[in-house]
């Protein structure tokens, strides 16, 4: 065997070396990849339901009900709304009218089931996604800051 020989052998088995790490790279995260949705996206039923999701949009004014540390609300991107029950704590930040991302599991009947409620964290700030999905729908007022 020629060294010309040794040398390809020697790269097709690092070129295959490298493609098998990433492929276990790209099966380890397979599961862990949560993607982002707004109201109008789900309700048109672009969401399989069971399914780990992060969805965020504007807390519905008047639809925040609390019964000890179990709550429920609406979100809206301005077209659709989105029921959203939650059992713990509540950011500081979170309230009606206020720009949210919540990650949970959406269910049969399209409500949402939340594990953790984000809210935005100054007054000029409304996390990326949420401004883009109001956006997307026409209800995002110019001027706004993210």
């Not at 609390?66 to 989105?82: H, R, W």
């Not at 939650?86 to 269910?107: K, S, T, W």
Request: with cysteine.
């Amino acid at each position: 065997m020629g060294r010309k020989q040794r040398r390809l052998i020697i790269i097709a088995l690092s070129a295959l070396c490298l493609a098998a790490a990433a492929a276990l790279v790209m099966l380890a995260f397979r599961d862990n990849i949560v993607f982002f949705f707004g109201p109008t996206e789900i309700k048109e039923g672009k969401v399989q339901p069971g399914k780990r999701i992060k969805i965020g949009g504007l807390v519905v004014e008047g639809s925040v009900v609390k019964a000890g540390e179990k709550v429920s609300f609406s979100i809206t991107d301005g077209s659709e709304n989105v029921d959203i029950s939650y059992v713990g704590i509540l950011p500081d930040l979170f309230r009606e009218g206020q720009g949210i991302v919540a990650e949970g599991v959406l269910n049969q009947n399209l409500a949402f089931t939340a594990s953790e409620v984000l809210a935005k964290h100054d007054e000029n700030y409304m996390p990326s996604e949420v401004a883009d999905a109001l956006k997307k729908s026409g209800h995002w007022k110019e001027g706004e800051e993210q």
